[in-house]
T-cell receptor, first 115, second 112 residues
């Protein structure tokens, strides 16, 4: 399967714990995006990488959130000191570098439940 | 982020009928895209229409774009039970922002 892969698919954690999600994009894609989606809403943009450089961060990305893409391949999204409001589906997407602003390829998402 | 509006929020039709969903957005755009999401899963890209295009077809899908009204519509013809899903429009906002902005989505149910 050469699509975008996300792990884990589901995560249940206690409030206050840290969690980390992983995204493996399509191998030849140098753009990688993280989105968050709550029930009944469309995805909301969190952050974006071009290769290993994090180029844009939404104001939704509080200081408890950090994302990395150390070698320009896979990416991790960490949430520290989780809160119940962090419960959501976290979606990763990738796209080719050129042409810009084209379609994005999404993974199946990681559903986070904070109890 | 500023999400657009989609209507209707939910739509239930009989198999074989056509389904039309509308999307309004708030900024200048480079292109507008439509995605489908099956329950609890990732999004699948359906079709992209550029800002200089007015209509585009792909199989049973027809998309229109009216940049003067900042609106788009997605028509699915001859609907099938497998078309049951949520449908989202999305666009890249102006000003160099590189993340997609999504509408709130239309939940489509096809009754067999």
């Amino acid at each position: 399967d050469t699509g975008v892969s996300q792990n884990p698919r589901h995560k249940i954690t206690k409030r206050g714990q840290n969690v980390t999600f992983r995204c493996d994009p399509i191998s030849e894609h140098n753009r990688l995006y993280w989105y968050r989606q709550t029930l009944g809403q469309g995805p909301e943009f969190l952050t974006y990488f071009q290769n290993e450089a994090q180029l844009e961060k939404s104001r939704l990305l509080s200081d408890r959130f950090s994302a990395e893409r150390p070698k320009g391949s896979f990416s991790t999204l960490e949430i520290q000191r989780t809160e119940q409001g962090d419960s959501a589906m976290y979606l990763c997407a990738s796209s080719p570098g050129q042409p810009q602003r084209t379609e994005a390829f999404f993974g199946q998402g990681t559903r986070l439940t904070v109890v | 982020s500023q999400q657009g509006e989609e209507d209707p929020q939910a739509l239930s039709i009989q198999e074989g009928e056509n389904a039309t969903m509308n999307c309004s957005y708030k900024t200048s755009i480079n292109n507008l895209q439509w995605y489908r999401q099956n329950s609890g899963r990732g999004l699948v890209h359906l079709i992209l229409i550029r800002s200089n295009e007015r209509e585009k077809h792909s199989g049973r899908l027809r998309v229109t774009l009216d940049t003067s009204k900042k609106s788009s519509s997605l028509l699915i013809t001859a609907s099938r039970a497998a078309d049951t899903a949520s449908y989202f429009c999305a666009w890249y906002s102006g000003g160099g922002a590189d993340g997609l902005t999504f509408g709130k989505g239309t939940h489509l149910i096809i009754q067999p």
